[in-house]
């Protein structure tokens, strides 16, 4: 998958990995705004049972 991303950029590597830096960034921003505050309801992280005393 990452070589089929790496052969179909344009430009020589140094433009390559600037580009590949860039949409790896642009897809941990998308995860972080959107994906886990929309999965976050549905994990069991806010579960606990913890007794009283």
Request: proline share 8%.
């Amino acid at each position: 998958m990452y070589g089929w991303i790496w052969r179909h950029l344009p430009g020589n590597a140094w433009v390559r990995a600037l580009i590949s830096i860039v949409l790896a960034l642009a897809v941990v921003y998308v995860l972080f705004q959107y994906v886990f505050p929309w999965a976050e309801p549905l994990l069991p992280f806010n579960d606990v049972t913890v007794d009283g005393q």
